[in-house]
């Protein structure tokens, strides 16, 4: 028979080919113009958003919502098919994903008295597509042990949904679990999915013979007592046993971060990339702990997570995975990608550690980090956006 997907010529425009061109397309380019916007906002105090939202609520959760979970959609709607062999999304199903990405991020600007509802429709339909999207080659292969990362997704929608409810006023509290449910269920989908690529990436990446060690009992208990500090964290008032939990979270992934150490990780920006964005996420149950029993600012801790974490978690993994499905060689990497996460490294350091040296500068710090993240997020999206455009290098569809 046949195959006439085979025979079919590389096309010259290769946006929409596979999941992860558009949306890290896109969650590079929205990094530098949200934080652009967030600067206009909190340092020159120029009201841009107008959706009946505070500033700061609507940086939140454009920072969970929208860069997280682009970033997240263009790993799963790519990693997906590598797991199944089953393809997801692509063309236009993705263009249309895409749309309604773009149209939540926008609607908050619109100068409309719907433009809240607007941007909850669009938002909502665009992660139930991205459920669909990684749901389908999951249920064609009877791959069930993805079910967890499924299941989290699920949970995502109904945290942006909850969120919504509490901006329109239908639900008391339903910005603040919606916000922080939101955020942490980003964490946990990032350790979850850290913990499948990171030791592989090291094992692979390092010059030496290097095998990062996996403990099950630290696999099994990172789940768990994380899922109950995120519990008693968003819904009650157990600030202490939160503050113990942390202390014990931080304990578990440093014996994890001691683990995955090999000497050769410092000789490759893909892979101390990632290794010093989990310990900015490990840094941060520690500053949790300190918030409660030395009265530490608890914006460190969530800028730990965010900036630290997932910021440079992200940008890591975008860079990586870019190159190895546009064809080009992981192990020999574009030269600017160390300067990139060092940029994005300072910036964590300046805004989560500074601060609790010299506080005095506070607005300086914040600035300052605010800067590195667009230069950082600048030089990615001038860098890459390039080659997402256009067809593998190789001559293979993807």
Request: a positive charge; glycine letters at 10%.
């Amino acid at each position: 028979m046949l195959n006439i997907e085979d025979n079919k010529p590389t096309p010259s425009f290769a946006l929409f080919e596979l999941g992860f061109r558009p949306f890290f397309s896109a969650a590079g380019i929205f990094a530098v113009i949200s934080m652009l916007l967030w600067m206009a906002i909190y340092v020159a105090g120029i009201p841009l958003v107008t959706a009946q939202l505070s500033p700061i609520l609507w940086h939140a959760h454009e920072m969970v919502f929208g860069y997280a979970m682009a970033v997240i959609a263009g790993f799963l709607l790519t990693a997906v098919g590598n797991w199944t062999g089953q393809s997801s999304f692509k063309g236009g199903t993705l263009g249309i994903m895409l749309t309604l990405w773009l149209i939540a991020r926008v609607s908050y600007f619109l100068p409309i008295a719907s433009a809240l509802t607007l941007a909850a429709i669009a938002d909502l339909l665009f992660m139930l597509g991205l459920i669909i999207g990684v749901s389908l080659p999951v249920v064609r292969a009877k791959q069930w042990k993805q079910i967890g990362i499924i299941a989290k997704l699920w949970l995502m929608l109904v945290a942006n949904g909850v969120f919504y409810m509490g901006t329109m006023g239908h639900l008391e509290s339903g910005i603040f679990w919606g916000l922080y449910s939101g955020f942490y269920l980003v964490l946990g989908l990032i350790f979850m999915m850290a913990r499948r690529v990171i030791p592989f990436f090291i094992e692979k990446g390092v010059d030496e013979h290097f095998t990062p060690r996996n403990r099950r009992w630290i696999d099994i208990s990172s789940l768990f007592v994380f899922l109950l500090w995120a519990i008693l964290e968003i819904f009650t008032q157990q600030a202490e046993l939160v503050a113990l939990l942390s202390i014990g979270l931080f304990s578990i992934h440093l014996i994890r971060l001691y683990d995955w150490h090999g000497t050769g990780i410092w000789k490759k920006p893909l892979l101390w990339s990632l290794y010093l964005g989990y310990a900015f996420l490990n840094l941060g149950f520690l500053l949790k702990a300190l918030s409660f029993w030395l009265g530490v600012s608890p914006y460190l801790a969530i800028h730990a997570f965010a900036l630290g974490g997932i910021g440079i978690i992200t940008i890591g993994m975008m860079s990586r995975v870019s190159l190895g499905h546009t064809g080009r060689n992981v192990f020999n990497p574009p030269k600017i990608l160390a300067p990139i996460f060092l940029l994005m490294l300072a910036g964590a350091v300046i805004r989560v550690i500074l601060p609790m040296i010299d506080h005095s500068h506070y607005m300086l710090w914040i600035m300052t980090s605010q800067v590195l993240w667009i230069l950082g997020f600048s030089i990615f999206s001038a860098t890459y956006v390039p080659m997402l455009l256009k067809p593998r290098i190789d001559g293979r569809p993807g």
